[in-house]
């Protein structure tokens, strides 16, 4: 079921306590200041990898996705490694899909969805091309493409050594990463083209 736009955050609906069995790649993870100890403040993170730590049995080490701390996309693509409490951290339902635009608070969750829960219209998903699977909340999707099915925000092209993307309407997006980033990581694409549907996006009343 989506999650509107004026709902409360993504961490405060089924939001459980997880164990490591959880803690899979691609699941989102919200790490409190007082349970990251390698970090003083509070972030969330798209797991990569995570590994129980050899010297204290409640603690685990995870890589991943540095996101805003609310599990919303930051402005630029980044990773950390981070040693936390386990008991401490919350975790996203695995189902959760979340809009692509950068500091959108929507989603909805595909779980609920395929138990027969309705979906709020409006809600679309790019269904192939460079960028495929990437979803779009109803306050964003009519930026991407118009009712009558015309593109003005969607991605076309994207050059294969520094992930440069063309979209559309003829802007070059350029995602940010290391130099020696090989091969391109689609992430950073993700977040580039989040940030393009962000500031395209006219500032009208959801």
Not at 13 to 24: H, I, K, W
Not at 37 to 61: G, M, N, Q
Not at 147 to 166: K, L, V, W
């Amino acid at each position: 079921m989506p999650h509107e736009r004026d709902a409360a955050p993504a961490r405060d609906q089924s939001m459980t306590t997880p164990t490591l069995r959880d803690l899979q790649p691609g699941r989102l993870v919200y790490i409190p200041a007082d349970a990251a100890l390698t970090s003083p403040r509070p972030l969330a993170l798209i797991i990569s990898e995570a590994t129980p730590s050899k010297s204290a049995p409640t603690d685990v080490w995870l890589n991943g996705q540095v996101l805003r701390p609310d599990g919303s996309n930051p402005l630029r693509y980044n990773t950390a490694t981070v040693l936390a409490l386990l008991d401490k951290l919350t975790i996203a339902p695995p189902g959760l899909r979340q809009c692509v635009a950068t500091a959108c608070p929507n989603s909805y969750d595909t779980i609920a969805m395929y138990a027969g829960e309705p979906i709020h219209p409006g809600w679309r998903m790019l269904q192939r091309g460079i960028l495929g699977g990437t979803n779009l909340c109803p306050h964003h999707a009519p930026t991407v493409v118009t009712p009558d099915g015309t593109f003005h925000h969607a991605p076309t092209a994207m050059e294969r050594d520094t992930g440069t993307i063309t979209c559309t309407c003829g802007a070059l997006l350029y995602p940010r990463m290391a130099s020696k980033t090989t091969p391109v990581v689609r992430a950073a694409c993700v977040l580039a083209y989040g940030t393009h549907i962000h500031d395209m996006t006219p500032q009208r009343t959801p």
